[in-house]
């Protein structure tokens, strides 16, 4: 098919599934997942969703840990571990769609970002490029002594800082809530130029910062750079592959590109029919369904979706396949949140049916609902409520909290409350 033939007409119904096959909801690894998860199966997470953001939050758990449970059950949690941390890495860190976990060869497509620091970066991590003998001094420990957090380098740094030999810079708050050092802002220059990059987090949540020749595999790390446009198609193709059928704003929405970058990848894509265009009913703008995508009649569900997760972190999407407003309440004073501060949308079959704000009480052992919200379309609210409570068990199980406790907060809580009642 070609740009000039007519666009296949898709219906919401159609489009939602397809996007949910895509995203691996549709797969059996969901439908049935197995005792004991294994590093293929995450393998074929990865494979689908091709990035996991992550965030700092850890209310239940850290954002990058929930999609893939939500995709494939209870597992353990050092099948990831050993997918960022250990070589051969499946995963390392990079700016991908927010600071993301990609695979070493989407790192390799996202180095011409990291020669764009100048267009592309922030500006705090831009002016770090101000201070080249800092950069260099940081650069060196690194080398000699590294993985290392920015604490441990700062510790390292002090003598010469105190002796006069290199300026660390001054602590300022940035209107972020974050207060980095002149060192922190220095690694995260390099982290973003790609002269230094991640070899993991700590328990606490630390990057630890090393070479990338020491991260990368060498395949990688010595690959020459590719065309920016070229790597700009690859990473179309991947969000393509990811979404199943998607606008042009939600494919650049993946990896954060521009619409210069992104139209002209989506044209080149389109004209070799690895995208097919197509209509939405009822959506103003094109979309675009890949070749290879899955159209499946019906899907069968059930997952509990982070905030961060891919299948919903792009919330105009999100609102248009499933008729489900979504905002993030964390930075919303608490007497003005509608639903919640830590809020989980509820998948169910093939349409998002409740949310719920949850918390780990990990002192008491406890997976608190705090508020469950039931969505207006649902008919049969006790098989929503009998469901939910399954899968809030089963994460409660998985991150370690022997019981679900319901508060008494929305409008599906009583119905949510009789299921945790009847429960074994």
């Known amino acids: 098919m070609t740009s000039s033939q007519t666009p296949l007409r898709l219906t919401v119904p159609q489009a939602r599934r397809i996007a949910l096959a895509a995203q691996g909801f549709a797969d059996r690894l969901h439908r049935n997942p197995p005792g004991t998860p294994t590093g293929a199966h995450l393998q074929r997470v990865l494979d689908r969703v091709g990035l996991l953001q992550i965030d700092s939050v850890?209310?239940?758990?850290?954002?990058?840990?929930l999609?893939?449970?939500?995709?494939?059950?209870?597992?353990?949690?050092?099948?990831?571990?050993?997918?960022?941390?250990?070589?051969?890495?499946?995963?390392?860190?990079?700016?991908?769609?927010?600071?993301?976990?990609?695979?070493?060869?989407?790192?390799?497509?996202?180095?011409?970002?990291?020669?764009?620091?100048?267009?592309?970066?922030?500006?705090?991590?831009?002016?770090?490029?101000?201070?080249?003998?800092?950069?260099?001094a940081v650069e060196a420990e690194i080398e000699a002594h590294g993985p290392l957090t920015a604490v441990e380098l700062e510790r390292r740094l002090e003598a010469d800082a105190e002796a006069g030999l290199l300026d660390l810079g001054n602590r300022q708050g940035?209107?972020?809530?974050?207060?980095?050092?002149?060192?922190?802002?220095?690694?995260?220059?390099?982290?973003?130029?790609?002269?230094?990059?991640?070899?993991?987090?700590?328990?606490?949540?630390?990057?630890?910062?090393?070479?990338?020749?020491?991260?990368?595999?060498?395949?990688?790390?010595?690959?020459?750079?590719?065309?920016?446009?070229?790597?700009?198609?690859?990473?179309?193709?991947?969000?393509?592959?990811?979404?199943?059928?998607?606008?042009?704003?939600?494919?650049?929405?993946?990896?954060?590109?521009?619409?210069?970058?992104?139209?002209?990848?989506?044209?080149?894509?389109?004209?070799?029919?690895?995208?097919?265009?197509?209509?939405?009913?009822?959506?103003?703008?094109?979309?675009?369904?890949h070749v290879d995508a899955r159209r499946p009649r019906t899907v069968d569900a059930r997952a509990l979706l982070a905030p961060f997760d891919p299948l919903i972190f792009e919330r105009t999407r999100t609102e248009h396949l499933f008729g489900f407003r979504y905002r993030l309440e964390i930075y919303v004073p608490r007497e003005k949140r509608v639903h919640g501060y830590y809020v989980l949308p509820f998948l169910l079959g093939d349409r998002l049916v409740a949310r719920v704000d949850l918390k780990a009480d990990r002192a008491a052992g406890r997976l608190l609902v705090r508020s469950a919200h039931v969505e207006g379309h649902v008919r049969d609210r006790e098989h929503v409520a009998t469901e939910l409570h399954a899968e809030l068990r089963s994460m409660a199980g998985w991150v370690g909290l022997g019981e679900v406790v319901v508060e008494d907060r929305g409008d599906l809580a009583p119905e949510l409350a009789r299921a945790d009642s009847g429960s074994p």
């Not at 999609?67 to 890495?89: H, I």
């Not at 100048?118 to 831009?126: D, K, S, V």
């Open 58 to 65: 850890n209310v239940i758990a850290r954002a990058h840990l």
């Open 67 to 136: 999609p893939v449970f939500s995709r494939m059950g209870p597992y353990d949690l050092a099948l990831l571990e050993r997918a960022t941390a250990r070589r051969p890495r499946r995963l390392v860190e990079y700016w991908g769609h927010e600071a993301s976990f990609v695979p070493p060869e989407t790192h390799r497509l996202l180095r011409w970002r990291m020669a764009r620091i100048a267009e592309e970066g922030w500006g705090m991590i831009r002016r770090a490029g101000e201070q080249p003998e800092l950069l260099s």
């Open 174 to 289: 940035n209107g972020y809530a974050w207060n980095w050092s002149g060192i922190k802002r220095a690694l995260e220059y390099l982290f973003f130029t790609g002269r230094v990059t991640s070899a993991g987090r700590t328990p606490q949540f630390e990057r630890r910062y090393d070479l990338p020749g020491r991260v990368l595999p060498p395949a990688v790390h010595e690959a020459p750079d590719p065309e920016p446009a070229d790597a700009q198609r690859e990473l179309i193709r991947i969000a393509a592959q990811a979404h199943g059928v998607a606008t042009e704003q939600c494919l650049r929405d993946y990896f954060r590109l521009s619409p210069a970058q992104a139209k002209p990848a989506i044209a080149a894509l389109v004209e070799v029919g690895e995208l097919l265009p197509a209509t939405i009913d009822g959506w103003k703008r094109p979309a675009y369904l």
